[in-house]
């Protein structure tokens, strides 16, 4: 790939003005570039390349010797920069000779994958070209952002955690991919733009609505099996931050988490089963519920979905294994 220069002739018009630099570690096609700690790395379609400022006068950057990685990245619009001091970096949805569909975090010269089997797993099964990054902080918590048009769904990175999570919007119906397609801060303000209609927001941890649309809360557990021995549930407990209800409107009163569970894997649940999650004032309240049944690979989920502010704090599950 060529980094090519221009000039300006006496009648005012550009034109060629040769051949700058090549990013000559490997043959693939430059995607795209990002600046980082003063650093310039040319990523490819299989390799990336670091350069940087060694002031010369025909052209001032220069390749940085070792830096060359074979690893590039599948969708060039999934590069952001990422991350806060002392480890600014950047992440992108990597690609090199042996696949496609892992996310990567650069580590000084270095790559570091970030992503685990269970989201790679879940990316790798649709269209990954289209694939659009973003980064935002909230809360203290820096989020590296992953958008798949195509494939409806959005995956967020908690640099601050070290864990992923999907962030989707709820239709009253299904789940796709977040409304927010690009952000910036400005004025104290994470400010957000609506890929759907072109509006702009303002991200808030506060507002417990999606522009009045409903936020629909998921939390699901791993698979809990004991030897595929029989095991009784005797009950579940999950800890929220108590006395959350609001005064008026969804959500005054008792605030509900819904629980329901699979026996089979995911691929049937059981009724909902409701329970408050502790109205205003009530900061002694326990989302709890008793009598569960039994299974020998069971599921749980929790659901909230009224708008009031649902943090998840801990569970405790009372549960016997049988002796077959």
Not at 40 to 45: H, K, N, P, Q
Not at 115 to 135: F, K, P, R
Not at 203 to 214: K, L, R
Not at 266 to 294: C, D, P, V
């Amino acid at each position: 790939t060529y980094v090519y220069g221009s000039s300006i002739d006496g009648t005012g018009l550009t034109s060629p003005a040769g051949v700058y630099g090549v990013k000559a570690g490997s043959g693939d096609l430059l995607q795209g570039l990002i600046v980082n700690n003063r650093l310039v790395y040319l990523i490819g379609s299989n390799s990336t390349e670091v350069w940087t400022n060694s002031g010369g006068s025909a052209f001032a950057f220069t390749l940085i010797p070792g830096t060359s990685t074979q690893t590039g990245t599948i969708a060039p619009n999934s590069v952001s920069g990422f991350g806060q001091p002392p480890d600014q970096s950047f992440c992108f949805l990597g690609q090199s000779d042996t696949g496609a569909g892992v996310v990567y975090k650069s580590i000084g010269f270095n790559l570091e994958r970030v992503s685990n089997h269970a989201v790679e797993n879940d990316i790798q099964g649709g269209v990954m070209t289209d694939a659009l990054a973003y980064s935002m902080q909230m809360n203290g918590h820096v989020w590296y952002v992953l958008v798949f048009p195509t494939q409806d769904k959005t995956w967020v990175y908690d640099d601050t955690t070290k864990q992923w999570h999907k962030w989707l919007y709820w239709d009253g119906v299904a789940y796709h991919r977040n409304r927010i397609q690009c952000t910036t801060f400005f004025q104290g303000q994470v400010i957000a733009g609506d890929y759907a209609n072109g509006n702009i927001y303002s991200v808030s941890a506060s507002v417990y609505a999606d522009a009045g649309q409903t936020i629909r809360r998921l939390r699901r557990a791993p698979h809990l099996v004991s030897d595929l021995k029989q095991v009784a549930y005797e009950s579940l407990q999950v800890q929220f931050q108590p006395g959350v209800g609001l005064s008026t409107g969804q959500g005054s009163g008792d605030p509900q988490a819904m629980l329901r569970w699979s026996d089979d894997g995911g691929f049937t649940w059981s009724n909902e089963h409701w329970t408050s999650i502790g109205a205003q004032g009530r900061y002694k309240n326990r989302a709890y519920w008793q009598r569960l049944g039994t299974a020998r690979d069971r599921v749980f989920e929790v659901v909230v979905s009224d708008p009031v502010y649902a943090v998840m704090v801990s569970a405790e599950l009372e549960a016997t294994a049988g002796a077959y």
